[in-house]
């Protein structure tokens, strides 16, 4: 109790009390929470906004015949890229949850405005090296419509076009690589096929563990 209420206990109750100052104080009490709960939304929502433009700001210019729109990310040292037309959305990660009994490249599954998502980390088929997550760790929410799963990355850096001619492909990459990939570009950026990677039957998983 603090001593402005003591003080308040000690003095006579001669004054009646003045309940139409009482219940518009509470109504201002209300009004600030109100609005405490409104600036919490509008932040969420610019948060929405600033990601939605962070993966579609080229979109916004004209698209040239043979350009192909890509969200660029970093896996280790490296530079990939998705089409944009296969990203739903690039969100922070938060509240893994790992799930037991599952290949090592599922980190395990995120929920996501109350939906379940797997979120796998393709370094792990890569044979890429690790890295600690933090804070510049982003998921990239892949969606060709039945099917959907997020993607760790690195860090985001943007979103950008390639011309599609200046796809090559590399006789050196073998293996995983080189089943997921959809061409590199003459600076080194590694366009992925994020077609085949949500077809790919050993990528679902179920959350159910029996």
């Known amino acids: 109790m603090s001593g ?8 006579p109750r001669s004054a009646p009390i003045d309940w139409d100052a009482v219940k518009q104080k509470v109504a201002e009490a209300g009004e600030r929470l ?3 709960r409104a600036l919490a939304l509008d ?3 610019a948060l929405l906004i600033e990601r939605a433009e962070a993966v579609a700001k080229v979109a916004e ?5 043979g350009e192909i729109e890509v969200v660029e990310f970093r896996l280790s040292s490296e530079r990939y890229a998705f089409e944009s037309s296969m990203v739903r959305e690039v969100v922070p990660i938060s509240e893994l949850t790992p799930v037991p009994c599952t290949p090592a490249f599922i980190l395990g599954i995120i929920s ?7 979120v796998i980390d393709i370094k792990k088929l890569f044979v890429l090296p690790e890295k600690g997550i933090t804070q510049l760790n982003k998921v990239i929410v892949l969606s060709s419509g039945d099917m959907e799963f997020g993607v760790l990355a690195d860090e985001v850096a943007g979103s950008g076009r390639v011309r599609a001619d200046s796809l090559k492909t ?7 690589r080189e089943e997921y ?3 590199i570009t003459g600076d080194g950026l ?16 179920s959350e159910t563990v029996e």
Not at 4 to 11: G, I, S, V
Not at 61 to 65: C, I, L, T
Not at 112 to 118: A, F, M, T
């Open 4 to 11: 402005r209420e003591k003080d308040r206990r000690n003095k």
């Open 181 to 183: 990939l959809k061409g």
């Open 43 to 45: 932040a969420a929502e």
């Open 170 to 176: 590399l006789p050196t990459l073998t293996g995983v």
């Open 61 to 65: 210019e004209p698209v040239h015949e």
């Open 112 to 118: 996501l405005r109350g939906q379940i998502l797997s």
């Open 190 to 205: 590694i366009v992925l096929d994020a077609g085949r990677l949500l077809n790919d039957k050993s990528i679902v998983v």
């Open 34 to 36: 109100s609005r405490g």
